[in-house]
């Protein structure tokens, strides 16, 4: 098989969307990436790609010849048949030296310009560019490396094209949002999700542009397909991108946090020291209230049948990419998930809404992100949300309206799993509706146990909470760092403790309404515990032998059994029966 295609950055952000897009166009791609191939390949399995048509070789855009040998190399052998080279390289950081910016953004660059030049069929080189590279000249002082590195290299990359009759096309994307992408305006998205962003940069009238990672990579497939985009360049953007305080506050709406109202002009901004703004200087270049000449890209993708999608559509799925991957920090939860309107909460919903087979609600002070191992193992349609006020969804009025509402959309008779403090919603929920519950069962119901003084119920406790670091936290309670990661958040300790307490003084009623189920006997119930954390004496429980009060974090495989015997789904071989 010979590529027809080659994507330097292959495994970047836009690179690995250019990759996906051209195999689902059954185009002959080699990806061309710098280190382990499984960074590609990783993602693009996540994607369900066909990879039948892709190439991973190994380059070096630093070095002439970019690590793929000259005419003659036994693996430019293997890449004659290239005809559209994009290059999709680049070095996006903020607080490069000029020299680290230099290496690949220009030597890279030109690199990649004199290669595709030896392409005996080559039909296109297209260039990834920036944005804010026209106008202006290059000031390496104001500008920041990043920058003037992409400033200089689009006068080089047009320069050393003509010189040597490579036919071009430039690109110039605004910042690119999509599945992945943490840098950026990522950083503003987490500081107003941290509720560490008391004020916006600029003011009315700031503009910063997006475009959607799939339509850019849709837009780039298609320039070579089209011999009029020879020697062009295109500035892809969404014109109807809300200004700077209009985006966050749709962001903002769209993650139930309140929005900033205040706003620093720019010039303030650069006088005030960096550890008060927590503002790079470089990203100041970038406020401004500047519009791009955008009118050859939409033309072009007319001809060429694009459509971006919505805008506000395509930020709030951006924003819930963002939050389900903690930024960066971790894998996202396996989809699909997001923030919806719950009963006027926003709220963490993941899995199924409509048909799921189990509803799995989460105990303090994890998140639905805690029963990750036990959807995996489940294998079937599973809904999973975040309680109101607990990890990434905001307060609701009445949990158990809550309730109500996260399972009105439901069309089956799902089993109803409740972990501790998610017991109590999922008792109250079978009590009012029993024909549309098939089953529950009570994970380490809190309420059946004795207090344990596990969490500190003093008013000292929300302050401890939150100035303990996470490791020590999470070893104090038993759960992986990660499974709390939202208690910093603005609030979140002193929901957690109101909610300990309100649980705490609420035993004696949901004793009553679990006997007043089981004796209605409409619905079974079933209790699952830790051997190291039982129920009260006397009271019937599967056991799961050496797990404690997290058994969907420790033992997912025993637990899974246990509540697919409850819910009269078990497997004809379970993989680890739990033991009672």
């Known amino acids: ?198 004020a916006l940069p600029g003011g009315s009238g700031t503009f910063l542009p997006v475009v959607e990672s799939g339509y850019f990579a849709r837009f780039m497939a298609a320039l070579p397909e089209h011999e009029e985009t020879t020697g062009k360049a295109y500035w892809v953007l969404d014109d109807g991108t809300p200004e700077l305080p209009e985006l966050v506050s749709l962001i903002a709406g769209h993650l139930g946090v309140p929005a900033p109202r205040l706003t620093i002009p720019v010039r303030l901004l650069r006088r005030l020291p960096r550890a008060l703004t927590r503002a790079d200087p470089e990203t100041l270049s970038f406020i401004s209230g500047d519009r791009y000449h955008t009118a050859p890209a939409l033309a072009f993708a007319e001809r060429a049948g694009l459509r971006m999608p919505p805008v506000g559509e395509a930020l709030r799925s951006w924003a819930d990419g963002l939050v389900g991957a903690r930024f960066g920090a971790g894998a996202p939860p396996r989809g699909p998930y997001g923030f919806r309107n719950v009963a006027g909460s926003r709220t963490w919903v993941a899995g199924e809404r409509e048909n799921p087979e189990y509803v799995l609600l989460h105990g303090l002070p994890l998140d639905a992100d805690s029963w990750e191992g036990v959807r995996d193992r489940l294998g079937v349609p599973v809904l999973a949300a975040d309680l109101p006020g607990m990890g990434r969804s905001a307060p609701a009025h009445s949990l158990d309206d809550w309730t109500a509402a996260l399972l009105e959309p439901v069309r089956t008779r799902p089993v109803l799993v409740g972990h501790s403090l998610g017991c109590g919603p999922v008792l109250r929920y079978a009590q009012a509706h029993p024909g549309r519950v098939a089953a529950v069962v009570l994970v380490a119901p809190a309420f059946l146990q004795a207090p344990s003084g596990r969490f500190p119920r003093s008013r000292a406790a929300v302050p401890a909470l939150r100035r303990m670091p996470r490791d020590r936290l999470g070893e104090r309670l038993g759960v992986p760092a990660e499974a709390i990661a939202d208690l910093r958040r603005p609030g979140a300790a002193r929901r957690v403790v109101e909610a300990m307490r309100a649980a705490h003084a609420g035993r004696p009623a949901l004793r009553r309404v679990l006997d007043r189920v089981i004796e209605d006997a409409r619905v079974p119930v079933t209790v699952v515990a830790g051997s190291g954390d039982p129920p009260a004496a006397g009271t019937p429980a599967t056991l799961i032998q050496g797990a404690g009060h997290y058994p969907q974090l420790t033992h997912p495989d025993e637990l899974v059994a246990a509540i697919r015997a409850a819910g009269g789904r078990a497997l004809p071989e379970p993989p680890r029966p739990a033991r009672g």
């Open 1 to 198: 098989m010979t590529p027809d295609s080659i994507v330097f950055g292959a495994a970047g952000f836009v690179g690995r969307s250019l990759v996906a897009e051209l195999l689902r166009q059954d185009r002959r791609v080699a990806a061309a990436v710098r280190g382990p191939a499984e960074r590609l390949t990783s993602w693009l399995a996540g994607q369900r790609a066909d990879t039948a048509g892709l190439t991973v070789v190994g380059a070096d855009i630093t070095v002439p010849g970019l690590g793929l040998g000259g005419a003659g190399g036994a693996e430019a052998r293997g890449l004659e048949g290239v005809r559209d080279v994009y290059n999709a390289a680049a070095r996006f950081a903020f607080g490069l030296s000029l020299e680290e910016a230099r290496r690949v953004n220009v030597t890279g660059a030109l690199n990649v310009v004199d290669w595709a030049a030896t392409r005996p069929g080559l039909r296109r080189l297209v260039h990834i560019s920036g944005y804010r590279v026209g106008g202006a000249p290059v000031d390496h002082r104001a500008d920041g490396a990043y920058e003037a590195s992409k400033k200089e290299a689009d006068a080089a990359v047009r320069v050393r094209a003509r010189e040597l009759g490579v036919p071009l096309t430039v690109v110039n994307p605004s910042s690119v949002i999509g599945p992945g992408q943490f840098i950026g305006l990522a950083s503003m998205v987490e500081d107003l999700w941290r509720g560490r962003l008391p």
